[in-house]
């Protein structure tokens, strides 16, 4: 089995910066894209950023130039800096990883449990 562990996420003032964590653990031979997904009640889960092995990176277009994804592909971990916050940026951001477990499986889809990121005025 595959877990992905969020941290990071919290209260901060419009303006104010955060830095969420996606730590991937367990049965794991390769992960290839990664991604950062957010979602208020009631409302589809939205894509935020993702990035593939290779660092190829796509952003939604609300946050580009204000967040930033990256990863550690040695320690299975994925980063979003998240500055110049605001109140619209306010909901539970889930990590994302397509996983192989062994070297001949297929991929599948992994979420975390989510973090809520709370942007006050």
């Known amino acids: 089995q595959v877990q992905l562990v969020e941290s990071g996420g919290g209260l901060v003032q419009a303006g104010g910066s955060l830095r969420l964590s996606c730590a991937a653990s367990?049965?794991?031979?390769?992960?290839?894209?990664m991604g950062w997904y957010r979602q208020l009640p009631g409302k589809q889960r939205d894509l935020v950023a993702t990035i593939t092995r290779g660092s190829t990176i796509n952003y939604a277009d609300s946050v580009k130039g204000r967040f930033t994804i990256s990863r550690d592909n040695a320690k299975n971990t994925m980063y979003l800096q998240m500055n110049s916050l605001k109140p619209e940026d306010t909901a539970v951001y889930y990590c994302?990883?397509?996983?192989?477990?062994?070297?001949?499986?297929?991929?599948?889809?992994?979420w975390g449990q989510g973090t809520q990121v709370t942007v006050s005025t």
């Open positions: 994302y990883a397509e996983v192989r477990q062994r070297v001949l499986s297929n991929f599948r889809d992994y």
């Open positions: 367990g049965s794991i031979f390769v992960i290839n894209t």
